[in-house]
Structures are given as structure tokens and as C-alpha cells.
């Protein structure tokens, strides 16, 4: 007999890659199983094998369909996972777009780092031992999660719960072609789902606590290092696809034996669930609630229904992301939106709206199309440049049995919502060169959100000198971005490798997050503490904390003890056994 157990294969101590392996006495499920992104050492960490046999998996839930949640299945189903996806059917066809996408921009890229490396031969050597330092540096560090023998702090656990954690070396052998030339990453940080190239900087040195004869029993045998290939192709994306199930909401499933899933709306996306898996070891035996809330979202997004709140669980899996911060009220969102337009109007000149292509967009979309009903705005033309963005917003207006009580009503009324009159989709890249010709004054909206790649990045060396532009950023800035630098008032930036000076105007709103902000979070966990005792049924034994920065886990732990709960904040490859 083995007790229930949780690997914390990503999301731990960090924002993406989550991957949370749960085993039973009967079954092994994956929560998710998403790809690193962001810095070059982070996102190193797709390349490291699996850490168990994708082949034993019974079944996979995925939370929602941004990439840093579902991106690494391609790579899973590749290495023999054989079974169920279960997501609801939006995430089920946004994951398509995130997906096929994402294995198109790995060949793309991988393509494209071969054509230099064959331009700059001196320089790809050393970018290639960089890339090899960065892999085993991971490697190290995620064969240092896995047998450090780490009993987790007890002390501050209620009566009677004593969850111990303890590491079981994970299998690390590194295969055939396991290490690519260079890192693509597709997506920011703290507001996945967009696509961001990063350039490789010096890999630090981990500062893991490592055993170095762990580390030396743990070493790949040999790194075989291919230079042509990509993370996954779209032929590895197609065939996952194939794998997906489609579950409504609040359906409970048995998705292996003895592990009942239900998937609750989340708020974050469309599709966004918060999974409950109720696992029963034995037949007629006791029960063991586990809630993994996936990314939450905001009560009060636009579109979209508010994160469900839950009573009762044995353990949580909590976000993290916005841990230490606030947001920025909506409704001063929504007035610096609509006062932006009204200068832009004066002026007679464009705003350039960089915007993450699902979720973001439909909501910036709905917000103006709201403030044109209710004549706050002037009626701009409007164009929607990102082809991503369009095939999302099918998907959204597709599934309209998840909208909030407010879109709904708004459809009813005959209205849609979802499109702002006379808004201007160009799919073709020659129309979207052809924007800049239009008649001023206009709207773009473009991906990607943060400027590191897509069409937005083309409108910005029109508007960049322009003083009659303005660049409206709406969501997160990763570090060392472009968009940060603007953000941070850099009056010149490098574009093109070429020095520009920054004439347009640059303005900012945080209200539009797709994350509960640390407030919203503590409200969501609270609930699970209402009415009762530590010790009382349904009263979480333990609270971890995943999908989170350390800063901003280390501002949200203690807040979360004063809740009652017993916390925990595990590590990349850590096993904490349930009892
Ligand atoms: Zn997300």
C-alpha cells in the first residue's frame, strides 16, 4: 500500500510549467502540463525529461489553455501518453490555436537559429555551451528537488494533520536530440498565453542545495546535442489533439480508478477551470478531496463568469501570481480607456493597443464596445490585427452557455458584444502593412502584448517618432521587454538593432488582469475555512502554494496562515506524500 502523493513538476516556485503529478494506490494523474516561459533558464526546463514513464499516466486534466498550462503535451503524448485529456470543450478548442501555433513557431524558430548558427559560426559554439551549461544546470536542479530527503515544516500545521514531504529521485536520463540551440519561448511570465522569442543571456549559477554525489548519480549519460530540433513540431501538436475529451462544467467523471474529477468554473478564460479530484483508494472507503485552482481569475471580468468559490477540500493547490499585489480598480480601467480615446480622437492620431490575443483581446474589445453604446467614446475605426485574436474570438462566440449573466443579457437584447461596430479584422499580413495608410484617427489592437514579436511590433516602427500616437499597454510587462522599457519612460529603444527615439505617447492600465489579485485570492481560499475548525471535515489540512514568483509567495504565506491554514510552498520536483 502506497500513500497518495503530489510531484510538483512545475508552477513550483515559479509562474509557468505547470505539471502536477498525482498518484494513488491505483492510479497516476497529471494535473496539466505546461511549458516554462520566460527567462532562458526557466524555460530550459522543457527540454528535461519527464520526470516518470508518459506511457504510465492514466489520465491528464488541464485546468485551461494557456501555453505555460498546456503547452508540453505535444511532448508528452510524444513520449507515449496514451490515454484522456479531459478539458471542457472552450479549452479543449483554444488549446488547438495554443497548440498547433506553438508547434509552428518551434520549427519556425528552430529553423531560424540553424540559419544563423550556419552565418555565425564562432558565436553558435558558445551559444551552444551556453545552452548545454543552462541544461545540465536544470537538469542539477531538478535532480536536486528529487532526492534531497526534506521533511516540510510541521509546526504550523493544525492538530492531527502532519503531511510530510518527502523527495523520491526523479528518473533523469537525458535522451536522444534533448537539447535545442536556442530557447523560443512563447509567452510572458505572469500573463501567458502570447508568444515571446527571448535572446540567451549568461546562466547564472543555481544557488539549489545539491548533494555532488546526487548530482553525479543523476548526470545524463552523454548530451547529445541537436541543433535542428524543435521542442515539438505541428505534427506533434495534430496528434495530441486527438487525445482530448470535452467535460462540462460541474460533471463529476472518473478519470482513472478511483479519481473522480470535476472541473469548476475559474473565471480566468473562457473554458478556465479550478479541478477537483476526489480519490478513493478503497471501494466504499474514505475519501481524500484535492483542489487545484488552476489560474483564477477576477470576479467582474468581462465576458466571462466569476471564479467558483469551494467549501470543502482536504488539500489546495492555490495560484499565486499576484501574491503581495493589488489591482487597480475596473472602473479606473475602463475611465483611462475611454479618456485615452477621447485624445487620441482630438489629436487625430492612432492608439496601438498591444494585447494578448485570448482573453485579453475579447475583453478589450467588449469594454469598447460598451463605451460606444453608452457614447463615451468616439466612434474610431477599429482594427484587429492578429489572427490568433480572431480565431479565439470564434471560439469565444462559439461557447456562449459559459458567458456571464451580463453578455448573455446583452445577446438576448440582440446586441454582440463581443464585436465593436465597424471594427476591421485583417488577417492577410499586406492588410495589416496597409494600416498605417488608413484615414487617422484609429484604433489597432495587435499582438503580442508585451512587443517582443508579432504585427504590433510592425506598427510600432510607424508610431514609435510618432508625437500623434499613443501606446496603450493593458496588460503585464515581463522584465527586459520592450514594452517595459516604454513603460518605464525609456526615451530611446533599440527596434531593429537600430536606435529610435520615443515620441509617442505611452500610457498603462493593471485593471485588466485575468488574475485574482492577492486580495481576491485570500477571499477564494477563505471559503474553504468558513464555519469551520481545523480538524472539522473539509477543512484543508494543507494549503500549497503553486504558480507563483518567490516574492510573491513569500508576501502570501503568512497572510494565508492567518486564514488557519497549514502552508506549504514546494519546490521544482519536490514529492509531498498525503496522509
Ligand atoms: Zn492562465
Known sequence: MRAMQIQFLGGATTVTGSQFLVTTERATVLVDCGMFQGSPNESIRNRIPFAYDPAKVDAVVLTHAHLDH?????????????????????????????????????????????????????????????????????????????????????????????????????????????????????????????????????????????????????????????????????KDAQATLEHFRPIDYDQE?????????????????????????????????????????GDLGRPGTPIIRDPTYLTAADYVLCESTYGGREHEPQDEAIRILAETIRLVADAGGVLLVPSFAIGRTQEVVWELDRLIEQGKIPSLPLYLDSPMASKASDVYRRHSEYFDEETAQLLRDGDTPLDYPGQIITN???????????????????????????????????????????????????????????????????????????????????????????????????????????????????????????????????????LGFATHVPHWHETVTLD
Open 428 to 562: 492577410d499580413v499586406r492588410d495589416s502593412q496597409a494600416i498605417e495608410h488608413a484615414p487617422r484617427p484609429y484604433m489597432i489592437v495587435a499582438s503580442n502584448g508585451m512587443l517582443t514579436g508579432g504585427r504590433v511590433v510592425g506598427h510600432l516602427r510607424h508610431l514609435i517618432d510618432d508625437p500623434n500616437a499613443t501606446i496603450l499597454f493593458v496588460g503585464y510587462q515581463g522584465e527586459g521587454t520592450l514594452g517595459s522599457h516604454l513603460q518605464a519612460g525609456a526615451t530611446t529603444v533599440k527596434l531593429d538593432g537600430q536606435v529610435r527615439q520615443v515620441r509617442c505617447k505611452v500610457r498603462s492600465i493593471s485593471g485588466f488582469s485575468a488574475h485574482a489579485d492577492e486580495s481576491e485570492l485570500l477571499d477564494w481560499l477563505g471559503r474553504f475555512a468558513a464555519g469551520k475548525r481545523p480538524g472539522d471535515p473539509g477543512y484543508p489540512r494543507r494549503v500549497f502554494l503553486v504558480h507563483g514568483d518567490p516574492e510573491a509567495q513569500l508576501a502570501l504565506e503568512p497572510k494565508v496562515r492567518t
Open 70 to 234: 498546456c503547452g508540453l503535451l505535444p511532448l508528452l503524448v510524444k513520449h507515449g501518453y496514451a490515454g484522456v485529456i479531459h478539458a471542457t470543450s472552450g479549452t479543449a478548442e483554444l488549446a488547438t490555436l495554443v497548440l498547433l501555433d506553438s508547434g509552428h513557431l518551434h520549427e519556425e524558430f528552430a529553423k531560424r537559429e540553424a540559419r544563423w548558427e550556419r552565418r555565425h559560426p564562432d558565436r553558435a559554439a558558445a551559444d551552444d555551451r551556453q545552452q548545454a551549461e543552462a541544461y545540465q544546470a536544470a537538469v542539477d536542479l531538478a535532480a536536486s528537488g528529487g532526492s534531497e530527503e526534506a521533511a516540510v515544516e510541521t509546526s504550523d500545521a493544525p492538530k492531527g494533520s502532519v503531511a510530510t514531504a518527502t523527495t523520491t529521485a526523479a528518473s533523469m536520463t537525458a535522451t536522444a536530440g534533448s537539447v535545442a540551440p536556442a530557447v523560443s519561448q512563447p509567452g510572458p511570465p505572469s500573463e501567458p498565453g502570447e508568444h515571446v522569442e527571448t535572446t540567451i543571456e549568461p546562466e547564472p549559477p543555481h544557488t539549489w542545495p545539491t548533494d555532488p554525489e546526487t548530482e553525479m548519480r543523476n548526470m545524463p549519460p552523454m548530451l547529445d546535442i541537436d541543433l535542428d530540433e524543435p521542442l515539438y513540431t505541428v
Open 253 to 293: 467523471r472518473e478519470i482513472a480508478p478511483g479519481v473522480f474529477a470535476t472541473f469548476l468554473d475559474a473565471g480566468h478564460i473562457l473554458g478556465s477551470a479550478i479541478i477537483r479530484l476526489r480519490v478513493v483508494e478503497h471501494d466504499g472507503g474514505p475519501e481524500t478531496v484535492l483542489v487545484c485552482s
